[in-house]
């Protein structure tokens, strides 16, 4: 009894230790959810404005650009997946990978080749698990975004974009992220960045009416030249600020669950470990009343 006793203590004393850690870690992440919230609804207006500017242009012109005119064959797509540097977030990286893998598997069904850039330490160990290549990877800083990497991702990508599939450059170009919906809800989400599919902010003209054309200084080249990186780099910091609200909002979720967690543990074993004290007492009660009786029956047969 004794022994059992000791065990649920060291069990008890276990879980009120790992209560204590995940409650920490719950609070830290209640406080960085909302400046995380506050990020993604600052660069939401911006975003729709870039992206209504570059409709316009897209539009109300007839001018073919390389970043907003379909190839007439696909043969190489490009997947970025965001994921977080961290873990104990729950299911928030495992979602958009077996999302991205969704995706891949439709791509190839259409006869495309993929290639892959990763963010965050999650995406880039499971590749390395996997044995599965990628062209680029960026780890750190996925739950405070900077604008200089969203930069850094996005030059790449039109780069790539920008090449030829035949000298190893793709055709078109996927985000993959977790979009914030509530502190309950992230959404894995795909997103076609390039080429562009700009319908934000335009309406549908009705049956009789068609698009004007309208005429931009400088030229509608220069101007799409102008807008179209601004507008990508704003997308993808944009899906980057939304990756982190959704690891933040995911990450206190679990902690949460592991908290109440902790507590039905602490609760089991100091009921098992009540009811084996009392077990232990009355053993010894009973052995102290069986010794007892021993001795007044060795009295009475003297």
Known sequence: MGAQLRVYRQKIKSAQTTKKITRAMELISASRIYKAQQRVASSTPYS????????????????????????AVIERAAIVIFTSDRGLAGAFSSNVLKEAEQLTALLREQGKDVVYYLVGRKAVGNFNFRKRSSLRSWIGGTDLPQFDTAKEIADEVVGLFNTPASEGGVDEIHLVYNRFVSMIAQVPEVVRLLPLEVVEGVDAPADNE???????????????????????????FNAMLQSAASEHAARQKAMKSATDNADKLIKN??????????AEITQQISEIVGGADALVTTDDDN
Do not use: G, M, W
């Open 48 to 71: 729709r404005a870039v992206t209504r500017a570059v409709s316009a242009v897209a539009t109300y012109s007839n001018v073919d650009h390389p970043l907003t005119t379909e190839p």
């Open 269 to 278: 074993y100091t009921r098992l470990s009540n009811a084996a004290r009392q």
């Open 210 to 236: 068609v698009f004007p054309l309208y005429e931009f200084e400088p030229d509608v080249t220069k101007v799409l030249d102008a807008l179209l990186p601004v507008y990508i780099e704003s997308r993808i």
